[in-house]
């Protein structure tokens, strides 16, 4: 099958015609120069941003969306390689973020969009088209009337399994925008490609919007879920690590799962559970391994068997004949085969062999005719080898008599016996290779056309017959898939149970609150020499914003990366690298980490992550996860922190779970008395001025090293004295900052608020958990002598600031009244100036002073 070629990602359209009638499509071809339309409103990509697909497939997808301010956008795709069609139909916002993610996911090599959306360009065509960089796809334009949503339920009551037509039909009723998208792809299949599926053969499903997952493509980039970032061949990324499956089928499963996780409390708990028994069932768990290695890829052979030309050819013929008769690959229906295919026919690969096979690869007595083209065919070739053996003693020479596709039969002739000798005429079409003389004769040249007719009448016939075994065989097409669906997905749980015998996880529990204790990285770990360190992570409402600080090389990265990537292996089904954990479902993740200048779009770092946060802030909600490293440091100190203040209270205001990784020691300080802003650091051992340990462990609270900057600096080798000039200048810059702090009404009234919340959710928890009794009464009594304590503090704080503001009120008084007499007296004064400068002005420019 051949797969159409793949042009680079930026486009312009040029029209192409395919030849059938009046069907015609518009094919994107590369612009030459770059184009200067409208910015991008798709989240910014990253350079070498592609995703790595699982394996190279035949994806053709059609879009259709609605107009308005909220757009419906319809999807279909049809995968040529594994004979599934999924739909799809999104409520999206204006940046289509939705419907990129979904593009992404399948990675397809072709997208057809309405012919009319491209002039003028509507906005998700130009957004598709922005984002063939980090897929490769091309775009191809389908005339309106081909978007027909009749015909696309003509092609589900047709094309779909009998016992699922219903259903889907249900699924799709009143997704217009997605039956008109299988439609046109269905048609685009056939017309254009030249491909149609067999009646009732292809696996349609109905994929809601909702149900998953959503994570973008600079999330999936900078996590590393299917790609390592320095070498894209290595397999130190999260599917790398998780992929212990021993099927094609279960691989393509889990890469669809890592990026579209599940948000079904119940199926995550039923692979949970199915993960546990499999690790405690020993002989269970390496039968079923046993079982699965060397499985064949059942979901491309089926493929072949239901895809077929529209037109048939002899060479078409001949493919399927030799495709279908490998006996591995026909176990599945192995009864219904033998009774048509000889039992000793085996997949071939050299010429002889490989049409010797396709001639008698159907048993004798199914077709009289075809047994008569056979013996043929048969006669003619020992003809061929008669006449060589003729020639041979009537030269007196050692005649080899070969075959190869484009020649046919041919005469092989040492040239060791021909030393002193002159070939005889009769041989013709002389090629001297080596050591050996290759040739013909016009007799072995007629025999060659009598061989190669009687051979072609017999595949057209065995043809026939393989076409009445294959409709047979396709009655079973539906239980086949569908086995091969569960075998795909057991082999995925098997992969995860192979491994928590591989690693130290476990099982995850699904709850509302984060808790993760002593969590590790689980790609660290994996490539790390030394023992990795955990860490415990904690998250709810009131500690939804956490600010991590720390020095350089302590670790927050890794630290926060460890959050996102647990959480994606919990709603996949798989354990996790912890020594408990629990997860609330979430349905967005997003990712703002370390990127350097792009300069493919002509942006600096400081404009390419804040087009990334801009992103995140219109997409995110309560029910989302962003993590957030180093923002604001590619400009000015100032600036970064003003910008990174505003966008961390937008992601409080959000109530998503937000870790935000940041060297602004003033941001921690400044956002630590807002409700749900907890400050955590990773702390480091100082062993003197110049020496620090780093201790990888988080610790609450803002870091303590002031200036840990100038310790890793005096590891560098500078001049003698310039580092001591930095810490003495630091240390001047810190003590006049701590002069202009002090303690406002509004940050008392902040933690004041912050108390009370934390008491609620307190009492919210006990409410719900299991302490009872004398248990709990010692609690509750605990919990309000802490919070009486706390709240005393707090009230002794602002007497303290009230005190403090009345003597600055004192001292203003004094000023003021001074001030007045300071005013008092210049206006007294001010007379004399004025009449002072009248006289000046008077006197003329030749009068003195």
């Known amino acids: 099958m051949e797969h159409p070629s793949k042009p680079s990602a930026s486009y312009t359209s040029a029209s192409t015609s395919y030849g059938y009638g009046d069907y015609t499509t518009t094919t994107s071809r590369p612009r030459t120069r770059p184009g200067t339309g409208r910015p991008s409103t798709a989240r910014p990509r990253t350079a070498a941003s592609t995703i790595a697909r699982a394996e190279s497939q035949h994806m053709v997808c059609a879009v259709a969306e609605s107009r308005g301010i909220s757009p419906t956008v319809g999807l279909a795709f049809v995968n040529l390689d594994t004979g599934e069609a999924v739909l799809c139909q999104i409520n999206d916002s204006q940046t289509y973020v939705r419907t990129m993610h979904k593009v992404r996911v399948y990675c397809p090599s072709e997208i057809l969009i309405v012919r009319t959306a491209s002039s003028p360009k509507s906005k998700l065509y130009s957004i598709i088209e922005e984002g063939g960089d980090d897929i490769g796809y091309r775009i191809t334009l389908l005339d309106r009337r081909y978007w027909a949503d009749s015909t696309g339920y003509e092609y589900i009551q047709t094309l779909a399994f009998k016992e699922d037509i219903e259903a889907i039909k249900i699924s799709v009723q009143g997704n217009y925008y997605a039956i008109c998208c299988i439609a046109a792809v269905l048609k685009y299949i056939e017309l254009a490609l030249n491909m149609q599926f067999s009646y009732h053969s292809l696996r349609i499903r109905y994929e809601p ?15 590393e879920l299917v790609q390592n970032l320095q070498d894209p061949r290595s397999k ?97 229906v192995q009864d219904l085969i033998d009774e048509v295919i000889n039992e000793d026919t085996s997949y071939a690969k050299q010429p002889l062999e490989l049409r010797n096979q396709r001639t008698y690869a159907v048993k004798s007595g199914v077709n009289g005719l075809l047994d008569v083209a056979r013996t043929t065919y048969k006669e003619s070739t020992e003809d061929a080898y008669q006449h060589c053996t003729e020639l041979s003693q009537e030269y007196d020479l050692q005649l080899d008599l070969k075959y190869e596709n484009a020649r046919q039969f041919y005469i092989k002739i040492p040239a060791s016996e021909l030393e002193g000798r002159v070939l005889p005429p009769v041989f013709t079409n002389i090629i001297r290779r080596k050591n050996n003389i290759e040739c013909q004769t016009l007799e072995l040249m007629k025999r060659n056309q009598k061989i190669n007719d009687s051979h072609q009448e017999v595949v057209l016939m065995s043809d026939k017959a393989v076409d009445t075994l294959i409709e047979t065989v396709r009655s079973h097409m539906s239980v086949m898939f569908k086995i091969c669906e569960a075998i795909a997905l057991l082999d995925m749980t098997v992969g995860f149970a192979q491994l928590v015998t591989l690693h130290d996880y476990t099982r995850p529990q699904l709850t509302d609150t984060l808790a993760i204790k002593s969590g590790r990285h689980p790609i660290k770990e994996k490539i790390m020499r030394d023992k990795f360190i955990p860490n415990d992570i904690y998250a709810t409402q009131q500690t939804r914003f ?26 996949i089904g798989c354990f996790v690298p912890a020594s408990y954990a629990s997860f609330p479902i979430l349905h967005q993740l997003f990712a703002r980490l370390g990127m350097d200048d792009s300069i493919e779009t002509n942006m600096s770092t400081f404009a390419a992550e804040m087009r990334e946060i801009a992103f995140i802030l219109r997409n995110i909600d309560h029910r989302s996860m962003a993590i957030v490293d180093e923002l604001g440091r590619g400009t000015s100190s100032r600036d970064g922190l003003a910008i990174a203040l505003a966008i961390a209270e937008a992601l409080v205001s959000s109530k998503a779970l937000v870790w935000f990784a940041t060297h602004f020691k003033d941001l921690a300080t400044i956002m630590h008395e807002r409700a749900g802003v907890l400050n955590l650091h990773l702390a480091v051992d100082m062993e003197s001025e110049n020496s620090m340990t780093m201790l990888y462990k988080i610790a609450e609270g803002t870091v303590k090293e002031s200036h840990y900057g100038l310790a890793l600096a005096r590891v560098v080798p500078f001049p003698p004295g310039l580092v001591d000039r930095a810490e003495a200048v630091a240390q001047k810059l810190e003590r006049h900052m701590l002069r202009k702090k ?84 210049t206006s007294a004064v001010q007379p004399s100036v004025v009449s002072i400068s009248s006289r000046v002005t008077s006197s003329g420019s030749g009068s003195t002073f």
């Open 209 to 223: 919007s909702e149900g998953s997952m959503m994570i973008d493509v600079s999330t999936i980039y900078s996590l």
């Open 546 to 571: 956490q600010i991590i600080t720390g020095c350089n090389m302590s670790g927050k990265s890794t630290y926060i990366r460890t959050v996102a990537l647990t959480t994606i292996m919990a709603q």
């Open 742 to 825: 002090r303690t406002s009404e509004t940050v008392l009234k902040e933690k004041r608020r912050k108390l009370i919340l934390n008491l609620k959710e307190h009492l919210v928890q006990a409410h719900n958990g299991v302490l009872e009794g004398e248990v709990l009464s010692a609690w509750l009594k605990e919990l309000q002598k802490e919070f009486v304590n706390r709240m005393s503090a707090l009230e002794a704080e602002a007497a303290n600031i009230s005190q403090d503001t009345d003597d600055e009120d004192d001292q203003m008084e004094d000023a003021s009244h001074t001030n007045d007499t300071q005013r008092l007296s």
């Open 236 to 332: 130190d990324c999260l599917f790398g690590l998780l992929n212990e499956t021993l099927t094609a089928m279960g691989a393509r499963l889990l890469r669809n799962n890592i990026l579209q996780p599940l948000t079904d409390r119940g199926v995550l708990n039923d692979r949970y559970s199915a993960i546990e028994e499999l690790t405690t069932k020993e002989e269970m768990f390496f039968a079923t391994r046993a079982a699965l290695k060397g499985f064949l890829d059942a979901d491309r052979l089926l493929t072949a068997l239901i895809v077929k030309p529209v037109m048939q050819t002899p060479q078409t013929t001949e493919q399927a004949i030799n495709q279908y008769c490998a006996p591995e690959n026909v176990s599945p």
